[in-house]
């Protein structure tokens, strides 16, 4: 098994696959299939969630980094832009486990 009934991936490849399988191979903003990097949401250095699979999510490498709008140029459009997709018992589950309340 890939990962644990928790949601959590035992390794950082397998958490990226996980994602990839949870969510799909393409950008989730813009629908490419191309250059395709799995995004941490919360910080990495995080461990409550740095393997969560939900805290994972498809971006092309100019979502991801390079465009105006992404999500390290933009975390603030990125946060409002993820949180209209996943919704708001999404991320009150992923700030709940980045708190370690579980």
């Known amino acids: 098994m890939s990962r644990r009934k ?8 397998i958490w990226k696959e996980e994602v990839r399988r949870v969510y799909g191979s ?6 490419s299939f191309e250059n ?3 995004h941490h949401i919360i910080s990495r250095r995080n461990q ?3 393997r969560y699979i939900p805290n994972g999510v498809p971006l092309c490498h100019d979502h991801h980094a390079v465009n105006e709008k992404s999500a390290h140029k933009d975390p603030d459009w990125f946060e409002e832009f993820i949180l209209g997709c996943r919704g708001k018992e999404w991320e009150e589950d992923l700030i709940a486990k980045s708190n370690g309340e579980y």
Do not use: M
């Open 36 to 38: 395709i990097e799995i």
């Open 26 to 31: 393409k950008c989730i903003i813009c629908g």
């Open 6 to 13: 928790d949601g959590v991936a035992r390794n950082r490849k």
């Open 48 to 50: 409550n969630v740095c």
